[in-house]
């Protein structure tokens, strides 16, 4: 099924005469929805029209432009800006950049006008910069200040940032230079890979290197439409029957050779130690990450505490988009989720007086990137106190104490350049809310909610550090009280004494000062593995958000992906070791290809000479597994270590040496199994399918 689809799609103009002048005519063509599909022709063809059309820029005058089987032209003003944002991005052939802006911005400008604050949007486009390797000192130079093919580059990225699944690019190489040119069609090659790529050029050359279609046109009509297959023929080769007979032999000259080539035999040693050490510490990374990073991420302070909202979705049966509303679940349903959590108190949220990221500030000097969580007691079961490294946990609940964790008291230790503990930090929030009086006269009044304290840093707890911010941990128990004390002024003028938290319990489930959702605080520190079955235990309309669960998700994929990634690199590390045994084992029977014919004239077959070498690659091989297992239990610990210090991941190599799968030294027995075949195959293969010479020069040969 096609992506896009145009069906006899015309697009003229009337001229000074109501003459129509058609810019493109009568054209049908399918699209995938992957590949670089390239369009050729002279300027004034249709080319860039096409483009238009396919973007939503321009309108067609005939015929239908279809994507995912919709009808474009339907779309309405929001459903094309949605288009145009998220599903369709475009390289212009100028570049279109803000040129006084940076070449960061440029790239992150897309993002923004999607809906993503600053930073998710700087973040995304860093990453993406980095990804194609682009110069850090570009990031902030203005776009004006850079060279073409810079600007091309920031221009494809920039098209790139929304994960669109159509780019249109249009003459992307005009005013390139060769190198730039072919820099920008590797860049779009790749792209292709991901999404479908549509590309305007005169460039014929590049475009048949590059394509995977080419499309031609000529006076806005499609001349031709040549499809490029790449097919590659695998063979597949037969390993020679075995010959069965009596190697004894063999020992002896085995034994000699070794020695004799004691040097070469040291060297292939070394490089299977290298590519089994490797193999054995990335297969115990994948063994152990999991629960290493479970058991890790379970020591934050607030891994206990949840939000949990009530979801409704909206589906408009004339738009393909469903709309999900957030709420805070009632009263009752709070009842009823406290109930199925037995395990969880289920509290308001005053997220909307107080947010994550107040303004913290130290002798007036304002602290960025501090938030600011909380834990439902200090005095209770509900936190570890195991995490506890330095000072002290607050023996009662109040809002003047805080806790903070390792990154944050090294951030201020490095700030101020001393001890932070028992520092003073100043936590300011300051929120207006319109609420309603009841008063015919005045309905509405204007209450603020100022939190303006002084806190003092009493303890600091060590939490897994990668993926983790500066925390600053306070009281819920006691921000419930100052609430239940904190008076609306002007509300209680109409109402009697009104506190902010009456105002948060009789708002309205989906008005801004409810939060939209409720607390969810673990009882005991004891039970956190229930944190991961609170949504087996809710029912589905129900949405729960943990930090300290997101957290670890986020690295379990970071992880896993960086564990594939290893696993490839390993696997052409293998490839590299077996490419070594091979040429050493050849060159070693060349080296003796003398002695070898002597041996046939003797009566050995040709599989008993490779069975020589094999046999030295063998001792090669138990020597280095030997070496491997001494290596991998001596270094696993430090490694540990080494990484536990920089992570706070504890244990994440966890090799099986003694049982895997329920069964004793199965592991080692697989290495063992593994190292052997790797190197009778990497030494039979190139001698066992090297060229044969006669026996009578092979007899003449190194004289």
């Known amino acids: 099924m096609s992506l896009i689809e145009l069906r006899n799609v015309s697009r003229f103009y009337i001229s000074g005469k109501e003459q129509k002048k058609y810019a493109l005519k009568a054209v049908s063509l399918s699209f995938p929805n992957k590949g670089l599909i390239s369009i050729l022709g002279k300027s004034g063809c249709g080319k860039s029209t096409l483009l238009n059309l396919i973007g939503g820029i321009d309108k067609a005058s005939e015929g239908i432009i279809y994507f995912?089987?919709?009808?474009?032209?339907?779309?309405?003003e929001k459903d094309l800006m949605v288009f145009r944002s998220q599903i369709v991005s475009y390289i212009f052939q100028h570049y279109h950049l803000l040129e006084d802006q940076t070449a960061l911005y440029n790239v992150m400008l897309p993002a923004l006008i999607n809906g993503d604050d600053y930073k998710t949007a700087n973040k995304k486009a860093k990453d993406l910069l980095n990804s194609f390797s682009i110069n850090k000192e570009l990031f902030n130079k203005k776009c004006a200040d850079l060279s073409g093919g810079e600007k091309e580059r920031i221009a494809i990225l920039r098209s790139l940032i929304n994960k669109p699944k159509v780019i249109l690019a249009d003459e992307p190489t005009g005013a390139l230079d060769k190198n730039n040119a072919i820099l920008t069609m590797e860049t779009l090659k790749k792209m292709s890979k991901e999404c479908l790529v549509i590309m305007v050029t005169h460039n014929a050359?590049?475009?048949?290197?590059?394509?995977?279609?080419?499309?031609?046109?000529?006076?806005?009509?499609?001349?031709?439409?040549?499809?490029?297959?790449?097919?590659?023929?695998?063979?597949?080769?037969?390993?020679?029957?075995?010959?069965?007979?009596?190697?004894?032999?063999?020992?002896?000259?085995?034994?000699?050779?070794?020695?004799?080539?004691?040097?070469?035999?040291?060297?292939?040693?070394?490089?299977?130690?290298?590519?089994?050490?490797?193999?054995?510490?990335?297969?115990?990374f994948s063994n152990g990450k999991d629960d290493s990073i479970v058991k890790s991420m379970e020591r934050q302070f607030d891994y206990g505490t949840a939000s949990i909202c009530k979801e409704n979705k909206i589906i408009s049966p004339d738009s393909p988009i469903t709309l999900i509303q957030t709420m805070r679940p009632s009263y009752n349903e709070m009842q009823e989720i406290g109930q199925a959590c037995n395990d969880f108190r289920i509290c308001y949220s005053y997220d909307s007086l107080i947010t994550s990221f107040p303004t913290v500030s130290f002798n007036d000097k304002q602290i960025d990137n501090f938030s600011y969580s909380p834990i439902y007691s200090f005095s209770d079961a509900s936190i570890n106190r195991d995490l506890l490294i330095k000072g002290k946990i607050p023996s009662f609940d109040t809002l003047n104490q805080v806790v903070?964790?390792?990154?944050?008291?090294?951030?201020?230790?490095?700030?101020?350049?001393?001890?932070?503990?028992?520092?003073?930090l100043r936590i300011k929030e300051q929120q207006s809310y319109s609420l309603a009086t009841g008063d015919g006269e005045k309905p509405y009044v204007t209450d603020y909610f100022v939190f303006d304290r002084l806190v003092q840093i009493v303890g600091v707890v060590k939490e897994v550090e990668f993926l983790n911010s500066p925390k600053i941990f306070y009281s819920y128990l006691a921000m419930d009280d100052y609430m239940n004390e904190a008076v609306l002024n002007n509300l209680s003028v109409y109402l009697g004494d009104t506190t902010w938290k009456d105002a948060v319990i009789d708002s309205m489930d989906n008005d801004p000062l409810s939060s939209y959702s409720c607390r969810l605080f673990l009882k005991d520190a004891q039970k956190i593995s229930s944190m991961k079955s609170i949504k087996n235990i809710i029912s589905e309309q129900y949405s729960v958000t943990s930090n300290g669960v997101t957290v670890e998700e986020t690295l379990l994929t970071l992880v896993n992906a960086a564990s594939v990634g290893m696993e490839v690199f390993l696997g052409i590390a293998l490839v590299g070791v077996v490419m070594i045994l091979g040429i050493i084992s050849f060159a070693s029977y060349n080296e003796d290809i003398k002695?070898?014919?002597?041996?046939?004239?003797?009566?050995?077959?040709?599989?008993?000479?490779?069975?020589?070498?094999?046999?030295?690659?063998?001792?090669?091989?138990?020597?280095?597994?030997?070496?491997?297992?001494?290596?991998?239990?001596?270094?696993?610990?430090?490694?540990?270590?080494?990484?536990?210090?920089?992570?706070?991941?504890?244990n994440v190599i966890?090799?099986?040496?003694?049982?895997?799968?329920?069964?004793?030294?199965?592991?080692?027995?697989?290495?063992?199994?593994?190292?052997?075949?790797?190197?009778?195959?990497?030494?039979?293969?190139?001698?066992?399918?090297?060229?044969?010479?006669?026996?009578?020069?092979?007899?003449?040969?190194?004289?």
């Open 68 to 76: 995912d089987n919709e009808d474009i032209s339907k779309f309405k």
């Open 404 to 424: 903070v964790n390792q990154v944050a008291y090294r951030t201020l230790n490095n700030l101020f350049k001393y001890d932070s503990l028992n520092s003073v």
């Open 205 to 284: 050359s590049l475009a048949e290197q590059y394509s995977d279609r080419i499309i031609k046109m000529s006076d806005g009509r499609v001349t031709a439409d040549i499809r490029i297959n790449n097919i590659y023929a695998k063979t597949n080769r037969e390993l020679p029957k075995k010959h069965k007979t009596n190697y004894r032999w063999m020992n002896k000259i085995v034994s000699s050779n070794f020695v004799k080539r004691f040097k070469r035999n040291i060297f292939s040693i070394l490089s299977l130690v290298v590519g089994l050490v490797s193999s054995m510490l990335i297969f115990g």
């Open 595 to 650: 002695d070898s014919a002597i041996l046939l004239c003797y009566g050995a077959t040709r599989d008993d000479i490779a069975m020589i070498y094999v046999f030295e690659s063998i001792m090669v091989g138990i020597i280095s597994v030997v070496v491997s297992f001494l290596v991998s239990v001596l270094i696993t610990k430090p490694i540990n270590l080494l990484i536990e210090r920089f992570t706070s991941l504890i």
């Open 654 to 703: 966890n090799i099986p040496f003694l049982e895997f799968h329920n069964r004793t030294l199965l592991f080692p027995l697989l290495i063992i199994g593994a190292t052997l075949f790797i190197c009778v195959i990497a030494t039979y293969l190139p001698i066992g399918f090297s060229k044969r010479i006669s026996l009578k020069e092979e007899l003449k040969a190194n004289d």
